[in-house]
């Protein structure tokens, strides 16, 4: 017999009752868990492909600088192109050691999915230093460097001529299949920069050109020169560090209400979890009277309700933190239907600070909402206890 | 063979004790200047009729309650003036209480229900409730759980219960109220093979089997002692 069994022991007097109240728990701390790990998930999912870009600065045609970002990013059809000349412009600013041109376009194949071939030229391997390339990078006419999900999903080989999905009467000669990136590139098609821009009828048009400095410290430097330039006007600069910072504010703002939200229901279950031991004190006065009897003091009485209170709350917060991690890959997939951002990495995953978080906020809501019912109970006359016909004792 | 000063002190020693209960505007007199002395290894029986002031007493015997005026010692050491803290730490170290309703926790073992004194004592205490169970002629039921037990099984319990701390006093509020007179009986054995032992023993009882199996009786009438022996 020690403590926590005769604290436990409270359990089964109401265990419907106790079983409601921590579930009550258990979903504000699910809420609490999920919301962190979203916003992590989120934060390093976008870190992680703006990293996977390995440039400093996008450069788009003019309109929505986000747009092109989330384009460039998952790959998609472009609205509208920069003309090849200003790659000159961009390759002559102050830093710049690479400036890779890219024509990028997206085919609807069947109903469903899209088929992103992307134009690039061989600069743009020096951005992807940790491309493994089984083959080589396509050279010839025609050549096509595959994505590793996309080479598994047709099963196509190096040295195979294959048809260009979405394509009608084109075909292409697979000369490399990329080792998997875990980004949006896995499913992409690379061909070269001018077999794209003639294949999809767009000569000397691109879609956007990643920028590399020698210094990352000079972006600003670099962003206003590019912006000053003559064709500046009809291009976008995106600072990807500025895009990151951009992002991540809107998303915080969102935290902030949802956090509102999950606050809430951690006052709710906080209100239920006191609601719930003072009505077991209510009823259990004739029990306390006893065990005072018995030589229980009153710190040991407030000990008895406060451990009791824990335990309902760090149960709820533990099964809260399984249905969180259980229910991630329906929420993550609900999300992803409507964040315009989205990374392709998971946004919600298991992260063990997020869930000591979540048990502390359980804890916190345990050690508030028992403190009233266990200092009433604990202030309670032995002797009008005794009396009190609340209790099987 | 001599006897240490303490073996000489009463257990008890009462002294003008007096409790008044305000309720409402009005005042209620529990108990009237009551004096008397439980000597060591007595067994006393406190009759009265009911509102008589004997719950009242045995509260404050068992240091569950202050007294108004007046003063008592229990087991050498004066209670009166004692905060709520020290009245706890006494209760729980010399004495033990038995009740009419017995005061099983439901949610525990018969075991669990016996130790639950030592906890709150700070005390190591399994062989000796297994000790006290096999006393008692229950240390077969030791994980039964109270709803499983008859009355007569219910109060062996709450005796071994009262008695895991080794109190100098055993006080119980009517032990056999709840009890046919057979099982009653075996109760009443039980004291008196207790009281055989050495132990103290007070009993607040309406039982005339348990108040002729004690050695003195004390009557008690409108919180006064009207006749003691």
Redesign the interface.
């Known amino acids: 017999?020690?403590?926590l069994?005769?604290s436990l022991?409270?359990w089964?007097?109401r265990p419907l009752r106790t079983g409601v109240t921590a579930a009550g728990v258990g979903l504000a701390v699910a809420a609490w868990f999920s919301l962190l790990s979203f916003q992590a998930g989120y934060r390093d999912g976008m870190k992680n492909e703006l990293a996977r870009l390995g440039a400093h600065i996008l450069v788009v045609p003019k309109g929505c600088p986000y747009d092109a970002a989330s384009i460039a990013l998952h790959g998609a059809s472009w609205p509208c192109y920069l003309p090849a000349a200003y790659l000159d412009e961009v390759c002559a600013a102050p830093g710049v050691t690479t400036a890779a041109p890219a024509f990028m376009t997206a085919l609807h194949e069947g109903t469903s999915t899209n088929t992103v071939y992307v134009g690039v030229d061989k600069k743009f391997l020096r951005l992807r230093p940790a491309w493994q390339i089984r083959g080589r990078f396509p050279q010839a006419t025609n050549e096509l460097l595959l994505g590793s999900e996309a080479a598994t999903r047709w099963r196509w080989q190096v040295g195979q001529t294959v048809p260009l999905p979405g394509l009608t009467n084109a075909t292409g000669l697979v000369s490399g299949i990329l080792g998997p990136t875990h980004g949006a590139e896995d499913d992409f098609i690379y061909l070269r920069l001018a077999d794209a821009q003639h294949l999809f009828a767009h000569p000397r048009q691109l879609t956007h050109i990643l920028v590399r400095l020698a210094d990352p410290n000079a972006l600003d430097r670099a962003v206003t020169h590019l912006r000053g330039c003559d064709a500046g006007m009809d291009m976008n600069i995106v600072p990807l560090a500025h895009l990151f910072h951009t992002i991540q504010s809107l998303v915080n703002s969102t935290r902030l209400l949802l956090g509102c939200v999950a606050a809430v229901a951690l006052l709710v279950a906080a209100a239920g979890v006191g609601n719930t031991i003072l009505m077991a004190v209510a009823e259990r006065t004739r029990?306390i009277g006893?065990?005072?009897?018995?030589?229980?003091?009153?710190a040991?009485i407030f000990r008895l309700f406060w451990w009791e209170t824990m335990q309902v709350c760090l149960v709820g917060g533990v099964g809260g933190l399984a249905f969180a991690f259980l229910a991630s890959r329906v929420l993550e997939n609900w999300l992803r239907a409507r964040l315009p951002f989205a990374p392709v990495d998971a946004l919600i995953r298991w992260e063990w600070w997020a869930a000591a978080a979540g048990l502390a906020g359980a804890a916190l809501v345990g050690s508030i909402a028992g403190f009233l019912p266990a200092w009433r109970a604990a202030r309670l006359?032995?002797?009008l206890a005794?009396r009190s016909t609340g209790g099987?004792? | 063979m001599t006897t240490s000063p303490q073996e000489n002190t009463p257990v008890i020693a009462a002294q003008a004790l007096t409790k008044i209960y305000q309720r409402g505007r009005e005042q209620v007199r529990a108990l009237d200047a009551v004096s008397f002395t439980v000597a060591r290894g007595e067994f006393t029986a406190i009759t009265g009729p009911s509102g008589a002031g004997k719950s009242t007493l045995l509260n404050l015997l068992g240091c569950m309650d202050a007294p108004t005026s007046g003063t008592l010692r229990l087991d050498d050491r004066e209670v009166h003036s004692l905060d709520e803290r020290a009245r706890t730490e006494l209760r729980r170290s010399t004495v033990g209480f038995v009740f009419q309703h017995f005061g099983l926790l439901p949610t525990l073992t018969v075991a669990e229900n016996v130790v639950l004194p030592a906890l709150f004592a700070r005390r190591s205490s399994a062989r000796r409730a297994e000790m006290l169970l096999e006393k008692v002629g229950l240390l077969h039921r030791r994980t039964h759980r109270p709803h499983e037990l008859s009355g007569g099984e219910m109060q062996r319990v709450a005796i071994a219960r009262a008695l895991i701390n080794e109190p100098r006093l055993l006080l119980a509020d009517e032990p056999t109220g709840n009890l046919d007179s057979a099982t009653g009986d075996s109760i009443i054995s039980l004291f008196q093979q207790l009281n055989a032992e050495g132990l103290t023993v007070l009993v607040v009882t309406h039982n005339a089997v348990m108040t002729a199996a004690a050695r003195r009786q004390l009557a008690l009438r409108d919180g006064r002692l009207t006749d003691g022996k």
């Open positions: 017999m020690n403590w069994k005769l022991a409270g089964r007097l029990e006893l065990m005072r009897a018995l030589g229980a003091s009153r040991d006359s032995p002797v005794m099987d004792a």
